[in-house]
């Protein structure tokens, strides 16, 4: 017998799939093809305190191995969330990690808080987001900011804190140990990396925000680069994620360092991909003589 089940900041889940924020909705879009309770946990879109429209169109376009996308955190708001999505997805016995944006640090700390009396299971903080007290830059490229708002939104939960970084920085081991020092339970890497794409006939840039988020098989090898490099210098779990199609890419992931892997744009390609590779990662235990798939973690360090 082989064992995929896996303890990730002190939440004990089925294996160590989940699905990458804003690519798989709030679980049921996907329930036509398997039931999403078969996942180690549900990352659900990105929230914002209120019901926020997100950016004009055009939103996405496809790119060499990839996709760009600029939806601005379209969503219906937390407390939308926690009325109508939340119920469904723990009566089909779902692990949910809530995903968050906020616009300023006083609005992560409230969506916390809010949070902290629901049933959600975990909270994943994004701090890909502009700070706009500062002008509008990311709060995570600044290793002082994301020390202290991982510190104030853990202060407000008894829920563990995950915190999910931007890999447009030049250092990510700084910023993946300031959120450790902050007291995040664990972090994601990566978000998507900034790019852009220019209509040649209109001579103008595609997507209406300009820049938008480079994701898919394209970032595969810088973000199992950051998480490789990160993974000596903390010792807080990380979920890896960034162009994960297969279970060999989750393998990668999970050989750097990963406890687990999130699919995201490859769920796009293919609705089936999360499922196909919980069962490869089961083939490969089997195939390998390996009893359990956390004896892999970090494996490609020794």
């Known amino acids: 017998m082989t064992n995929l089940a896996t303890n990730f900041a002190g939440l004990k889940l089925k294996n160590p799939v989940t699905v990458g924020s804003g690519t798989y909705g709030f679980g049921s879009e996907y ?20 019901e926020k429209e997100g950016n004009p169109p055009g ?27 939340l119920p469904k997805l723990k009566e089909d016995g779902c692990t949910v990690f809530a995903n968050v944006a906020g616009k300023d640090v006083d609005e992560y700390v409230e969506i916390v808080r809010f949070l902290d009396s629901t049933e959600v299971d975990a909270i994943e903080v994004n701090l890909s987001c502009p700070n706009v007290a ?3 830059i990311a709060f995570g490229t600044d ?22 970084l931007t890999p447009n920085v030049a250092d990510i081991v700084s910023i993946a140990q300031a959120a450790q020092n902050g007291g995040a339970h664990g972090i994601s890497l990566i978000n998507t990396l ?11 840039p595609v997507l209406s925000n ?13 973000a199992l680069r950051m998480v490789y490099q990160v993974y000596p210098h ?14 060999q890419d989750a393998l990668e992931f999970i050989m750097a360092g990963a406890q687990m892997v999130a699919v995201g744009t490859g769920n796009f390609v ?19 003589d390996i009893e359990d798939i956390n004896q892999l973690v970090g494996i490609a360090h020794k």
């Open 134 to 136: 500062e002008g509008g």
């Open 31 to 50: 329930k036509r093809f398997y039931n999403p309770n078969i996942l180690g946990a549900i990352t659900s879109k990105g929230m914002t305190l209120n």
């Open 234 to 247: 903390i010792d807080i779990p990380i979920i890896g994620m960034g162009g994960i199609v297969n279970s």
């Open 210 to 222: 300009t820049f938008g988020g480079l994701s898919g098989p394209a970032i595969k090898p810088v």
């Open 194 to 204: 900034l790019g852009m794409s220019i209509d040649t006939k209109k001579r103008r």
């Open 143 to 164: 290793p002082k900011v994301v020390e202290e708002v991982t510190r104030k939104t853990v202060a407000v939960t008894s829920k563990p804190i995950i915190i999910k």
């Open 270 to 288: 293919n609705p089936l991909a999360c499922q196909e590779i919980i069962e490869g990662l089961e083939m490969y235990l089997e195939e390998n």
């Open 59 to 85: 939103r996405s376009i496809e790119t060499p191995s990839g996709m760009l996308n600029c939806v601005g955190l379209q969503n219906p708001g937390v407390e939308f969330f926690a009325k109508e999505h």
